[in-house]
């Protein structure tokens, strides 16, 4: 019976061993800090857009994406068709957005010959038409 005592003590020799062994393993690795996870972390290469990088990615392409608006002012009033689709009637329309390009502006009013204009309009731009029916 005296012989199984003996491998005990070497037993808990070995466990200090390993113990002390990964100790310094842990001490190598840096302290976390407290704050956000790493992982959401913006910066890098291969890191993903936070919605504010993609609202900037998004504002730098708007220009060449950016609709266009054509503001009308018919007096006393017309019916306002763009390239054949009718838009309402001014007044109370008064500001219509379009795609960049070449567009066909109507202005018809019952009995008075209908104004038409040809518009080119460009991303972001604002296009003022301003049209009286006057016999």
Do not use: C, Y
């Not at 291969?46 to 060449?64: D, F, N, V």
């Not at 957005?97 to 209908?114: A, C, I, M, T």
Request: overall charge positive.
């Amino acid at each position: 019976m005296e012989a199984a005592p003996a491998p005990q003590p070497q037993q808990k020799a070995a466990e200090p061993k390993a113990a002390k062994e990964a100790k310094p393993s842990h001490r190598k690795e840096p302290a976390a800090k407290p704050g956000p996870p790493q992982t959401a972390k913006t910066e890098g290469p291969l890191a993903a857009p936070t919605p504010k990088g993609k609202e900037a990615e998004l504002a730098a392409l708007a220009p060449a994406m950016r609709d266009g608006t054509i503001n009308i002012m018919a007096l006393p009033w017309a019916e306002v068709f763009v390239d054949g689709a009718r838009q309402g009637v001014s007044p109370p329309l008064k500001a219509i957005p379009l795609k960049p390009g070449r567009h066909r502006v109507e202005l018809r009013n019952g009995s008075f010959p209908p104004h038409i204009q040809i518009v080119e309009l460009r991303p972001g731009a604002e296009i003022n038409i301003t049209h009286r029916f006057r016999r």
